[in-house]
């Protein structure tokens, strides 16, 4: 259920959020609330996007305040602008609704980051067999073209799946083969146009066997990298109907979509095992205001049929997100009316049932939107309510014996290993347990003081281990990003060497932009991160100190209390740290093959070449024992230096590149308290614990523990902070 103390979430700094009004009156919700939160997975996420005030917005009102990153307030009240001035005539008091969502985002959210949160995580769903629809809804001039697409310099989410999905790709072992192709058509006035094969000639709808439909005559173009399926979606934007309104002037008119399939074939030994085959659809909806507020001014005919045909088709779309949601309420046979425009019937196989669905809901902050923006809310919210389930779009072909117990064989690996990983974890809680209290302070006033800070020390140390985590993972993909591009400049020194003269430059831009806008946006994130672990440190040293000046100097209770605390968080950097150095060394080892099987086909034609060469009796001495000398070396039978070593020498990439990449130092924290390790023997080892000291003292050293310590079973019996 809804209510105010589930508004209470961590604020990002970047985000100008509104304080929750003392009391919401109304909370905007369906029926379908209880639910929402209570069942499992969800299939369809909503997220509103508030794009920033236009010129001609800026001296109007905001009608959107953001609570939090996952909840806004329309028309909130007690605005400083609301006065006579800008209150709207006919409106007698503000609306003041309260709505929520999987995520809002507000004007300075970049393109990236709202497909970090809302989109990133579809891609591997697709790679895990399900199908996913992305679209983006919301009136004329409210951002979708600028979320899908993007506008110059800011690449849209359609940008980053299509770029991501082969990054995944270019990481899977060889026995996972994926074959990925596109399509992309625009339905406009409820016709298909094909946009990668343009022509005046319209396709045709038809129910295929499983279930959903298929486009007679469409163009589905195979792409085998990235940037192949960027340009296919380049070309197909060169086409899309756009046609000036007069709310915006590149407005577009159809509702495009861009379908995306994926063939997984997981083989070994040349037989097919599974074979997957999943769709993604990403959809740039056209405005959803009313024809006669977009078309106001120049009217004619074709801008009214076709006004007329964007509000069928997205009239149909919440009529069958209304049954859906109603469908998951009642549960039962419920008729869900796809038929009722080409727009349903296509994603019919796309919204709710098998599918993982993400709605991105965009708007105006600006009281000029007031209605639109209301509408598009309110449509986001009842979307919110459809929740079905989910079943992986794979199907076994031949499954062998043998490759089932493969199949379990690493399934027993995978067990073994989280065993070997709970059994460390146990380790440390047992030595946790195990670390003597001191009699002296076993009067408890030191429990009672820790008690006292109960909720604010859980708080600030369940936050603490978050933060770090959020900053080392951070790091870890930037590192992975420095990682691509050592890869890159390797590849693209050798090739410099080596190419033939007629033979394309490997300066493949697009991915290059890529890379890049990922690392800004993960420089930015980790800078942000990084104040608030050290905002974060702060505030628990001051709390350490405040608890410290009210107990004696030293407590060993209140050491024993702080250092559990620190070794939870190094626990849990280990843990982290660990993974990135398995992904990194997966990366490198995926790369290695990549450029092994490279080498192999090189090998082939150099073979080739050299029995043409041979056959013309136009080899020397001295080539064909080179040759000689390269297969030696390929088939690792000898050592020999080869010319193109002495360039590998000069190469700008060195180990220092690759440890660099390994490591992860982002975590700078400075505990008070020292830490005391316990030896075998027993003894005691005082090690101050911070990385980086900073401006505060080092703490004295710690006098020698009592000789007989207390058990530990008193400490935890009687402590209930942690
Ligand atoms: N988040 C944003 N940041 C900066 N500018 C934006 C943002 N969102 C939209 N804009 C600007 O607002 C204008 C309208 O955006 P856009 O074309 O994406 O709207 P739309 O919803 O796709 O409209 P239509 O339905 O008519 O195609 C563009 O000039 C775009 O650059």
New binding site residues.
């Given amino acids: 259920m809804m209510n105010r103390g589930s508004i209470k979430r961590p604020l990002s700094d970047s985000t100008n959020f509104h304080e929750p009004p003392a009391k919401l009156k109304s909370v905007v919700r369906d029926d379908d609330d209880d639910y929402d939160d209570d069942v499992g997975p969800k299939n369809i996420q909503v997220y509103i996007?508030v794009?920033?005030e236009?010129a001609k917005e800026l001296n109007s009102r905001k009608v959107v305040a953001l609570v939090d990153d996952q909840s806004l307030i329309f028309d909130p009240p007690n605005d400083p602008y609301q006065s006579k001035k800008y209150k709207e005539i006919g409106k007698k008091s503000s609306k003041d609704l309260f709505f929520s969502f999987d995520g809002v985002f507000d004007?300075h959210?970049t393109n990236i980051q709202i497909y970090e949160r809302a989109v990133k995580s579809f891609v591997q769903s697709l790679l895990d067999g399900f199908n996913c629809t992305i679209f983006a809804y919301?009136?004329?001039?409210?951002?979708?073209?600028?979320?899908m697409l993007g506008?110059n310099g800011e690449p849209g989410v359609m940008f980053y799946t299509a770029m991501e999905l082969f990054h995944i790709i270019e990481t899977k072992p060889s026995e996972e083969k994926f074959e990925v192709s596109a399509s992309y058509f625009e339905i406009y006035n409820e016709k298909i146009y094909d946009l990668l094969t343009p022509s005046s000639q319209t396709l045709k709808v038809v129910d295929n066997m499983g279930g959903g439909v298929n486009i007679l005559g469409l163009t589905v173009k195979p792409v085998r990298n990235a940037d192949e399926l960027i340009e296919t979606l380049e070309t197909g934007n060169q086409y899309r109907a756009q046609q000036a309104?007069d709310?915006?002037q590149?407005?577009?008119r159809s509702h495009a979509v861009f379908q995306l399939f994926l063939r997984k074939k997981k083989c070994s030994k040349g037989k097919k095992m599974i074979q997957q085959e999943t769709k993604m659809c990403l959809v740039?909806l056209?405005?959803s205001e009313r024809a006669s507020i977009a078309y106001k001014e120049k009217r004619s005919k074709v801008l009214h049929r076709e006004g007329g045909n964007i509000n069928k088709s997205l009239l149909a779309l919440g009529n069958c997100i209304n049954a859906l949601a109603a469908k998951c309420r009642k549960g039962g046979k419920l008729y869900i009316p796809y038929r009722s425009s080409v727009l349903t019937r296509i994603l019919s196989d796309s919204l709710g049932g098998n599918c993982r669905t993400a709605m991105i809901a965009?708007v105006s902050p600006s009281s000029l939107s007031y209605d639109d923006t209301h509408n598009t809310l309110t449509y986001a919210n009842r979307t919110k309510g459809i929740n079905l389930a989910l079943k992986r779009r794979s199907c076994l072909v031949g499954i062998q014996p043998r490759e089932q117990s493969l199949a379990m064989d690493a399934l027993r690996q995978e067990n073994i290993a989280l065993a070997e990983k709970n059994i460390m974890l146990e380790n440390e809680i047992l030595r946790l347990k195990r670390m003597p209290a001191n009699p002296i302070s076993s009067d408890m006033s030191s429990i009672e003081i820790l008690n006292s800070f109960k909720n604010i020390l859980d708080n600030l140390f369940s936050c603490r281990l978050e933060l770090r985590r959020k900053l080392l993972e951070c790091e870890s993909e930037m590192k992975k990003i420095e990682l691509k591009y050592i890869f890159r400049k390797i590849q693209s020194e050798t090739l410099d060497n080596k190419k033939p003269p007629k033979v394309q430059d490997v300066d493949d831009s697009k991915s290059a932009r890529y890379l890049y806008h990922q690392k800004l946006h993960y420089e930015d994130r980790f800078n942000q991160l990084l104040k608030e672990v050290t905002d974060n440190e702060d505030q628990i040293r001051s709390l350490e100190d405040l608890i410290r000046s009210k107990v004696k100097v030293d407590d060993y209770f209140i050491d024993a209390f702080f250092e559990k605390k620190h070794m939870e968080a190094e626990l849990q950097d280990k843990i982290v740290i660990d993974k990135h150095h398995s992904e990194v060394s997966y990366a490198i080892i995926t790369q290695s093959q990549n450029w092994l099987e490279t080498l192999d086909a090189a090998m082939k034609m150099n073979d080739i070449f050299f029995r043409m060469l041979d056959g013309l009796k136009k080899l020397s001495k001295e080539r064909e024992e080179e040759y000689h000398n390269v297969v030696k070396k390929f088939e690792g039978k000898k050592s020999v230096v080869w010319r193109d070593d002495n360039l590998q020498k000069q190469s700008s990439v060195h180990w220092a590149d690759i440890d660099n990449v390994l490591r992860l130092s982002s975590y700078t924290s400075t505990p008070r308290t020292p830490f005391r390790r316990y030896d075998d023997e027993g003894g005691l080892e005082i090690i101050c614990a911070g990385l980086t000291p900073k401006s505060s003292p080092p703490s004295p050293p710690l006098p020698p523990l009592p000789p007989s310590p207390q058990s530990s079973s008193s400490l935890n019996a009687t402590f209930t902070i942690s």
């Fill in positions: 996007r794009r920033p236009s004007e959210t919301g009136p004329t001039g409210s951002g979708k073209t600028y979320t506008y309104t709310a915006n590149t407005s577009s740039d056209a405005g965009t």
